[in-house]
């Protein structure tokens, strides 16, 4: 048997049947929702208009519409009619970046990189791996809550979960240190331009101001997810049996839970080579990131450029490691084994074209923006917050969901005694957490395509932080009305 692994069939990104048939039946069922949904809410619009590009809304011009009831037959053809709609380039941008991260993964993996990578990693670390984990969830933190990334970071979900299972965890502590870790830095914004930013534009508030209470969000919401991890880590670390996906983990956890069990590598002599070789690549994409964030021009194509060196970088680093197989084929191998992905996220996408072709959308946004008028300044401030929260199951974008939402929200503070600061605050945490619980976001279905793990188990999983986490927020938009946040 060779010391190579580059005919190991199990390599690469596994995507588990079970979890792709749960998650395609939920988002089926969410559909259906939808669609009947749009039979029982009368149809409205508001006025809309263009600022800087983007869709708003023009306060205090809704009407009904008497239009509603979605055709039944498009409930069924919406997940094919989302690769022609407004939201085309996005959704067909994020399944080809998710076929490259396939391919490569795939080859890297049988290249023997990543368990190369998983064996150094677990030698330096054995000591003090809740530093290594606490270090991990930082990092995907603050790329989440300074720079606004989310679906950049998806690249390195994979290496991630292989970690956790080289330190004796799960994939969802893998899923945990790096998606979620991701979500809770995205929503506890400090500088994101993508929420935080495009709100206090929209607000009139100067840039990233109020930035005091935000790094004490931040830092709350650092240390509630780090217990979480680190108490549920040590409880499968003490017994394996524990993890809701000790099944579906089988392959992984052979491959990767002991690393001082590996068989030196044939081509171990080049594979130092090879991860400088990614590394470079991976440091040019959070560079090209980082500088998006300082020419705006440049953010609009962060996704094809991560997909360029994230590829590129990839397939020369295995022709480094002197690659005893077919790298096209085992690339086009990895594609073909997270194609499916691609279905879930294009129903996930549907639910909001439903929504939204069904004139809905507005009317749901009118009902909830007229009881706030009718509450006091602590209602008020929850009753925005739920709004987010609830058109963020429809709206994953929360650019796109600022555009629509802040020119309303804020003359509505104002009538009931808050400040705009407080509303953008409120705004930042409905649209932000629950990224990772809601099925119809894409991103998540993304991050759960890439893994074992079925929507259900991940629900279970995270379902009590979420609701500790909506908790904390409501504490702190009290806290704020009460201290006069932005006064």
Not at 339 to 364: C, E, F, H
Request: proline share 4%; glycine share 10%.
């Amino acid at each position: 048997m060779s010391n190579n692994n580059n005919n190991n069939s199990d390599a690469g990104i596994q995507i588990s049947t079970k979890a792709f048939v749960t998650s395609v039946l939920i988002l089926f069922c969410l559909m259906m929702a939808a669609g009947i949904m749009t039979h029982i809410i009368p149809a409205g619009t508001f006025e809309h208009t263009l600022i800087d590009g983007k869709e708003s809304i023009v306060p205090g011009t809704f009407r009904f519409t008497g239009e509603g009831g979605y055709p039944i037959w498009r409930w069924f053809t919406a997940p094919i009619e989302v690769l022609w709609s407004s939201d085309a380039v996005t959704v067909i941008s994020i399944i080809l970046f998710i076929f490259i991260i396939g391919g490569v993964f795939t080859v890297l993996d049988k290249s023997g990189m990543l368990q190369y990578i998983m064996s150094v990693l677990v030698e330096r670390f054995k000591d003090s791996k809740y530093k290594l984990m606490a270090v991990l969830i930082l990092f995907f933190m603050l790329f989440g809550s300074v720079f606004g990334l989310f679906e950049e970071l998806v690249a390195l979900v994979p290496i991630v979960i292989l970690l956790s299972h080289a330190m004796g965890w799960d994939s969802l502590t893998g899923l945990g240190m790096s998606a979620l870790a991701a979500g809770f830095g995205f929503s506890s914004a400090t500088l994101n331009p993508f929420t935080l930013g495009v709100a206090q534009e929209l607000a009139g508030l100067p840039a990233f101001s109020g930035l005091g209470f935000r790094i004490i969000v931040f830092i709350v919401s650092f240390l509630i997810l780090y217990t979480f991890l680190s108490r549920y880590a040590k409880k499968i670390e003490k017994d394996p049996l524990k993890s809701s996906i000790y099944e579906e983990d089988s392959s992984m956890r052979e491959r990767y839970s002991d690393m001082s069990a590996l068989p030196t590598l044939a081509n171990e002599q080049y594979l130092g080579t090879t991860v400088k070789i990614f590394a470079a690549a991976l440091v040019l994409v959070i560079l090209y990131v980082v500088a998006g964030f300082f020419i705006p021009a440049l953010s609009g194509f962060s996704l094809p450029m991560m997909a360029l060196f994230f590829l590129v970088g990839g397939l020369i680093a295995a022709k480094a490691s002197r690659y005893g197989g077919n790298i096209f084929k085992d690339f086009v191998a990895g594609v073909g084994a997270i194609a499916p992905s691609a279905l879930p996220i294009l129903m996930a996408m549907s639910v909001k074209l439903i929504i939204s072709n069904g004139g809905i959308m507005d009317t749901i946004l009118y009902y909830v923006s007229d009881k706030v008028t009718q509450m006091g300044p602590y209602g008020a401030i929850i009753m925005i917050y739920l709004l987010v929260l609830i058109l963020n199951f429809f709206i994953g974008s929360g650019s796109a969901k600022a555009f629509l939402l802040i020119p309303i929200i804020a003359p509505l503070a104002d009538l009931v005694g808050l400040t705009s600061q407080m509303a953008v605050q409120a705004f930042c945490f409905g649209d932000g957490f629950t990224n990772m619980l809601y099925p119809t976001n894409p991103l998540l279905m993304i991050t759960l395509g890439v893994t074992v793990v079925s929507y259900p188990k991940w629900f279970k999983f995270t379902i009590g932080i979420q609701l500790l986490m909506m908790v904390v927020n409501i504490a702190f938009l009290l806290l704020a009305v009460a201290i006069g946040y932005g006064a």
